[in-house]
Nanobody, 116 residues
Framework: QVQLVESGGGLVQAGGSLRLSCAAS????????VDWYRQALGKQRELVAT???????NYADSVKGRFTISRDNAKKMVYLQMNSLKPEDTAVYYC??????????WGQGTQVTVSS
């Protein structure tokens, strides 16, 4: 089972940027997709961005034009570049791999806090 570990979170002012990293314990090239989710305090976890094995991407409406998901298969990494951050982006961010309905377990996530 592939374990994914998130990092790169922190405290940033509104309008700032952060890049989150998702490191895989094994090659993630075989995953159908890798997703970034987030969960704000008191809210349900929501899907933020997806990148498929072929490199297609999809984003939640709330982050379109501000966030960019990318992958480096050689380094077994997936990234989430977050620009123009808003206080409502404050959440714990998680990554997860999808192998045709078989998912990597949830990790600890990385906290992103955006101050106004």
């Amino acid at each position: 089972q592939v374990q994914l570990v998130e990092s790169g979170g922190g405290l940033v002012q509104a309008g700032g940027s952060l890049r989150l990293s998702c490191a895989a314990s094994r090659n993630i090239m075989s995953a159908n997709s890798v997703d970034w989710y987030r969960q704000a305090l008191g809210k349900q976890r929501e899907l933020v961005a997806t990148i498929t094995r072929l490199g297609s991407t999809n984003y939640a409406d709330s982050v379109k034009g501000r966030f960019t998901i990318s992958r480096d298969n050689a380094k077994k990494m997936v990234y989430l570049q977050m620009n123009s951050l808003k206080p409502e982006d404050t959440a714990v961010y998680y990554c997860r791999g999808d192998w045709g309905g078989i998912y990597s377990p949830w990790g600890q996530g990385t906290q992103v806090t955006v101050s106004s």
